[in-house]
Nanobody
Framework: QLQLVESGGGLVQPGGSLRLSCAAS????????IGWFRQAPGKAREGVSC????????YYTGSVKGRSTISRDNAKNTVYLQMNSLKPEDTGVYYC?????????????????WGQGTQVTVSS
């Protein structure tokens, strides 16, 4: 069974850091581009960051650019999103998704498999 599992979310104070992980089971991530998305209460799901199959292309939405780093460890079948200088507006459920495209995208429609999400809450 193909499955993506996110972890690493939690409650963090403004200015803090978190590293989110996206682990795959039932398939190998190195055949997929991976995206990270988030959804705040009452808002649409938005693309945060993504990484292509080889890691050669990455994208970040403007609000996290310079504060976040996406990386992949194909040997561990895991993709990471390091988020620093967190702000209350980063709060939401974070999802990872896998798509067969070589290059990644911040559009939800190009992804075939989705995880269940991990909650990130930035609050003092």
């Amino acid at each position: 069974q193909l499955q993506l599992v996110e972890s690493g979310g939690g409650l963090v104070q403004p200015g803090g850091s978190l590293r989110l992980s996206c682990a795959a089971s039932g398939f190998t991530l190195d055949n997929y581009a991976i995206g990270w998305f988030r959804q705040a209460p009452g808002k649409a799901r938005e693309g945060v960051s993504c990484i292509g199959r080889t890691g050669g292309n990455t994208y970040y939405t403007g609000s996290v650019k310079g504060r976040s780093t996406i990386s992949r460890d194909n040997a561990k079948n895991t993709v990471y999103l390091q988020m620093n200088s967190l702000k209350p507006e980063d709060t939401g459920v974070y999802y990872c998704a896998a798509g067969r495209n070589y290059y990644c995208s911040l559009y939800t429609t190009v992804y075939d498999y989705w995880g269940q999400g991990t909650q990130v809450t930035v609050s003092s």
